[in-house]
C-alpha cells in the first residue's frame, strides 16, 4: 500500500512501488483474518499499472477470477459508488483492478489493496464461504459482523466466514474500495499504523456512514407465524 506523492516522477513512482511489494504480506487487509494453511504469507508483485499522471478518468481492468472464485463486484457498481465520493479524492486514481485469483495468492488472502495510482479488488470463493485455520482478531470479526458477515466454528480449528451477495456487495462497495482508496488520497502518513488507521476512518466516513450505517444493516427479526388449531 504504496503512499501517493504527487509531485514525484512516474520512474520515482514506479521504483518505490517496486520496492515496497516485500511488505504487501503485512498490509494487505486480509491477513488479519489468519492464514489458510501452514505455509507463511507470500504476496508476489500485482500488475504494475504505470502511472500517467495526465488527469484522465480512471479505467477498470477486470481479469478472469480464477476457477472457483468471483468477482464479488461489477465495474457498473464500482463506478455508480465512486460517483458519490467527493471528486477531488479521485484526482489520483488511474486504475482499477479486478484481480484474478492464483496459487500465490491464495497463501496471502487479501480483499484489496492499493499500490501507486492503481486500486486492486480480490475475488472470492464462488460459495461466499470462506475457511481460515487460525482465529481471527476480535477487531477483524467485528469489521466484518458490522457488514453482515457470519462466523462460525464448523470444526475445531477451523474458522468459517459466510456471505451473503448482498452482504459481500456491501463489504466491497463501502468499505473495502473506500479503503483502498484512502490509502490512495493518503499522502501525509508514512508509517503502516498511522496509514491503516487514517484509511479505517475514511471507509467509515466515505462509505459505512454514508451508506446508513448500522441501522440500515440491522438485520430484520424472524417472525415465526403460528397458525391457529
Not at 440500515?216 to 397458525?227: A, C, D, G, T
Request: hydrophobic share 30%; with cysteine.
Amino acid at each position: 500500500m504504496s503512499s501517493r506523492h504527487h509531485q514525484s516522477s512516474v520512474s520515482r513512482t514506479r521504483r518505490q512501488a517496486i520496492q515496497s511489494h516485500v511488505s504487501w504480506a503485512q498490509r494487505a487487509r486480509r491477513t488479519q483474518l489468519g492464514t489458510r494453511n501452514v505455509r507463511e504469507p507470500f504476496a508476489p508483485p500485482e500488475t504494475w499499472h504505470e502511472p500517467t499522471e495526465s488527469g484522465d478518468d480512471y479505467r477498470i481492468v477486470v481479469q478472469d477470477p480464477g476457477e472457483d472464485y468471483r468477482h464479488v463486484v461489477t465495474p457498473e457498481q464500482i463506478r455508480e459508488r465512486l460517483q458519490r465520493i467527493p471528486a477531488r479524492f479521485q484526482q489520483g486514481l488511474e486504475v482499477i483492478q479486478l484481480s484474478k485469483m492464483t496459487r500465490k495468492k491464495r497463501s496471502m488472502p487479501c480483499y484489496g489493496m492499493q499500490w501507486g495510482a492503481a486500486l486492486y479488488l480480490y475475488p472470492l470463493e464462488e460459495s461466499l464461504e470462506e475457511i481460515f485455520h487460525s482465529p481471527p482478531r476480535p477487531e477483524v470479526i467485528n469489521e466484518v459482523k458490522m457488514y453482515g458477515g457470519r462466523w462460525d466454528r464448523p470444526e475445531p480449528g477451523v474458522w468459517r466466514l459466510r456471505w451473503t451477495q448482498q452482504a459481500i456487495e456491501d463489504f466491497y462497495l463501502n468499505n473495502i474500495l473506500i479503503h483502498e482508496l484512502g490509502h490512495l488520497v493518503d499522502d501525509r502518513n508514512t508509517s503502516y499504523t498511522d496509514r491503516e488507521r487514517y484509511a479505517e476512518w475514511f471507509a467509515i466516513e466515505y462509505g459505512y456512514l454514508p451508506t446508513g450505517g448500522s441501522a440500515s444493516r440491522r438485520q430484520r427479526p424472524i417472525r415465526r407465524r403460528h397458525h391457529k388449531k
